[in-house]
């Protein structure tokens, strides 16, 4: 890793995370290029590649070839889209670095946007994505409520539809490389936490170019809890509130059922007793489930496992 930032004086470094990409590739560095040119800077492109198993990285070795501006990452394996972008950003040299996908939903046009805001002074510029074309209405929906619900239960004001499109400054940059290390992270909710001058910028992410979307729906749920978990404490604290509800609850049950037995009416027990032990075990094994869940990020933040594994890198 070189950091000799001065030397270079390299303005912008773009970080663009790769999973089986093959279709892709080639129109995001020719695209990426033609933008950069008119921009009249120095820029450098970060390809990661995480770990794909189909031509990305032959493809990417043609690219790279007696081209000094593009640096490529390989990973060992695959270790998911948010290590690879802390990869680039590890190796960036920048002075403002832009994260973006590789099948193009992330518009190259949006750069010189991007560039101006930060030549105003902006460290932080979230790129917010106006509407999914390629996604339904449910989908659309599904994420609005997301972000609601997460800027409920953390402290962090996180932008509405906020992606893994944005742009930081080296500063940022470089809080991230030393400060930010735990093993379960969401880039985008930790991003917006860390204050500097700020903004946002709209986009529209267009149907990817080619290719499915990596993040299945098991990846999504579990990036959702991920962003909870990280973001908030207040899962944990769920078990109190119903505690104290099915506290009440059983309050008034043993009222009631004393009453019935004074004035000689005793209810029959079977349907009151599946009814309430079947209310109170799913209460406990729902908590047990979210403590589950942290003490599985804590087990993963113990063992100090890195967060990615290079096989090679090119340029770097
Ligand atoms: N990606 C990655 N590792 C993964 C999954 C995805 O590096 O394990 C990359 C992928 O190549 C793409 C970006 O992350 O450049 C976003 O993925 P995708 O387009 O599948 O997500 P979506 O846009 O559907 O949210
Ligand atoms: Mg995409």
Known sequence: M????????????????????????????????????????????????DGSSDKSLQILKKIVDGNDRVKIISFSRNFGHEAAMLAGIDYSEGDSIVCMDADLQHPPTMLPLMLQKRAEGFEIINMVRTQRQDAGRIQNFNSRLFYRFLNKISKVELAENASDFFLISSRVGEILKNNFRERTRFLRGIIQMLGFQRTTLEYIAIPRQSGKSKYSTRKLVSLSLTAMATLSKIPLEIGIYLGFISALLSIALVIFSLIMKIIEQPIPGYTTLVVFMGFMFSIQFFMLGIMGKYIGFLFDETKQRPIYIIDKTINC
């Open 2 to 49: 070189n950091n000799n930032l001065q030397n270079k004086n390299i303005t912008c470094s773009i970080v663009v995370s790769v999973y089986n990409e093959a279709e892709n590739i080639v129109d995001v560095y020719q695209q990426l290029t033609e933008i950069l040119q008119t921009q009249n800077i120095t820029y450098e492109i970060i390809f990661v590649n």
